[in-house]
């Protein structure tokens, strides 16, 4: 058998840890009001075949990544737009996390650890991206750069996390009398 990959090993450690566990249950009770609240919602629902959350996150983190190509590449006539695209990330990231707890919510056993290990990485990097955007709103754009790097170096990992959770464990899979027949194969 093929040893598994840097990833796929550190996945499973982070699966398997009681320091995950620990960072399940805290979030359990710090945002247990808002998961049973969204879970309510249409940012949680069965109508797509599988969870929102992942095409949404395409839309923070499209921004955020956006935005650190206009600092580094763009120079100082792309200010504007990466103070923009720090925002509208910010704005994205809102939906995006009530649709990850709705999901999280149902989660158990190592892939509710792994959820919670995702979930405080994107909550860092979003920290960090409000601090971007406060820095760059203040006319701190090289302090501002710097946090939205280090955000997106966050994301990364946190990234590799809930990916695997979508892809590999199919915890975005949604089932649902009204998708399909038993035939159907789409």
């Known amino acids: 058998m093929a040893s598994r990959s840097l990833p796929q090993r550190v996945v499973r450690a982070v699966g398997a840890s009681p320091d995950s566990e620990r960072v399940a249950r805290v ?3 710090a945002y ?3 998961i049973e609240w969204v ?3 249409p940012l949680h629902t069965d109508v797509l075949g599988h969870s929102i959350h992942p095409s949404l996150t395409d839309v923070t983190t499209g921004c955020w990544l ?3 190509l206009l600092d580094l590449a763009g120079g100082s006539d792309s200010r504007r737009g990466a103070t923009l695209l720090a925002g509208f990330g910010l704005l994205a990231s809102v939906p995006t996390a009530f649709a990850g707890a709705g999901d999280w919510g149902e989660m158990s056993g190592a892939e509710r650890r792994i959820g919670a290990v995702h979930a405080l990485g994107m909550d860092a990097a979003t920290l960090l ?3 971007s955007l406060v820095a760059r ?3 701190e754009h090289r302090i501002g750069t710097k946090l939205a790097i280090a955000g997106n170096l966050i994301i990364a990992g946190a ?3 809930g990916g695997h959770l979508a892809l590999h464990r199919g915890t ?3 089932t649902s009398t009204d998708i399909g027949s038993a035939g159907d194969s789409s």
């Open 32 to 34: 247990g009001p808002v």
């Open 172 to 174: 975005a899979r949604r």
């Open 39 to 41: 879970r309510r919602t």
């Open 159 to 161: 990234g590799v996390l």
């Open 27 to 29: 979030q359990e009770l």
């Open 137 to 139: 709103l203040r006319g």
């Open 66 to 68: 956006s935005t650190s």
């Open 129 to 131: 991206f409000v601090g």
